[in-house]
């Protein structure tokens, strides 16, 4: 599998050209985007992940086989920013979200939290414009039988407020686990 970084956007005015479809990753700050990208393409590094919620601040695209692109987006819901930097930030993510080229929404979500109405709000819209599909992370954290319990609830709750969803996938970045039936979905080869 060949992945290579192509560009970032920090402005609406910056998004590159609408060339081939785009995988949108998407969740809360911190939920691990950078870590399933990395994860999937099985490369170290190749996204950049950190610690600290709210380090991606901009739309940053990796093309994958010549055919597609992951777009990591920036996290929501930490607001470590300015208004400036927060104005700029909502308009480069409502001009993002208005691309028609995207394929799929993956809606990131640590399955340990509760949804609130924000994230509900954002899932709807998101799965109003593309395919969503519910990503939940980190899911080594819960036992077997809380991350059956917890998927249920989720799942549950986000088609209560109108939320349909094209998949959802248990993953663990750190254990490896999920990631197949996520490739298989994704149209991925097995590294």
């Known amino acids: 599998m060949k992945a290579t970084y192509e560009t970032s956007a920090a402005k609406a005015t910056q998004l590159p050209p609408m060339s081939m479809p785009e995988f949108a990753f998407i969740g809360r700050s911190n939920v691990g985007k950078s870590s399933l990208m990395n994860a999937l393409l099985n490369y170290t590094g190749l996204a950049r992940t950190s610690r600290t919620p709210g ?7 990796f093309s994958v086989n010549d055919s597609f692109y992951f777009v990591d987006l920036p996290g929501y819901g930490f ?7 927060h ?3 909502q308009s480069l993510m409502d001009a993002y979200l208005a691309r028609p080229v995207i394929a799929k929404f993956l809606f990131l979500w ?3 939290r509760d949804l609130g109405d924000m994230d ?5 819209a998101l799965s ?18 809380q991350l059956v319990q917890r998927q249920r609830f989720i799942e549950s709750a986000l088609k209560s407020r109108g939320v349909t969803l094209a998949g959802t996938h248990a993953i663990s970045s750190l254990k490896k686990s999920g990631l197949d039936q996520l490739r298989e979905e994704l149209g991925l080869s097995k590294p």
Do not use: H, Y
């Open 55 to 61: 380090r991606t601040q901009m739309a940053n695209f």
């Open 79 to 85: 607001a470590a920013t300015g208004n400036r930097e």
């Open 120 to 124: 509900f709000q954002i899932a709807l």
């Open 110 to 112: 640590d399955p340990r």
């Open 87 to 89: 104005t700029e930030w």
């Open 128 to 145: 109003q414009r593309a395919p969503l599909s519910l990503v939940m992370t980190k899911c080594d954290k819960l036992s077997r039988s």
